[in-house]
Nanobody
Framework: QVHLVESGGGLVQAGGSLRLTCTVS????????MGWFRQAPGKEREFVASIRWRDGSAYYAESVKDRFTISRDNAKNMVYLEMNSVKPDDTAVYYC??????????????WGQGTQVTVSS
């Protein structure tokens, strides 16, 4: 079992920055990947970024490349999403997720409750 709790959401002006935190507990993460997803009202949940815990390799959605950075703190078992140059379209509930590292596509079977990010224009 993996338990995830997001924090750090809030109101930020367009062009500003915000850092989201995902606190992870329940088991070791060496064989897991962590991800951030978001969902705006009336829209489908979409992938934002992911990071492989073991070596820190990261992957980003095209819409956030060069603006967002995902990272992890091995000592604290935390995952961060550094959001820079935010846009109104970034407004959404942001969710932290975890998946075992398998040979195939990630299953994303663990989820946090979400944290609201609102970007004002």
């Amino acid at each position: 079992q993996v338990h995830l709790v997001e924090s750090g959401g809030g109101l930020v002006q367009a062009g500003g920055s915000l850092r989201l935190t995902c606190t992870v507990s329940g088991r070791t993460l060496d064989n897991y990947a962590m991800g951030w997803f978001r969902q705006a009202p009336g829209k489908e949940r979409e992938f934002v970024a992911s990071i492989r815990w073991r070596d820190g390799s990261a992957y980003y959605a095209e819409s956030v490349k060069d603006r967002f950075t995902i990272s992890r703190d091995n000592a604290k078992n935390m995952v961060y999403l550094e959001m820079n140059s935010v846009k109104p379209d970034d407004t959404a509930v942001y969710y932290c997720a975890a998946t075992p590292v398998l040979a195939g596509t990630p299953v994303w079977n663990y989820w946090g409750q979400g944290t609201q990010v609102t970007v004002s224009s």
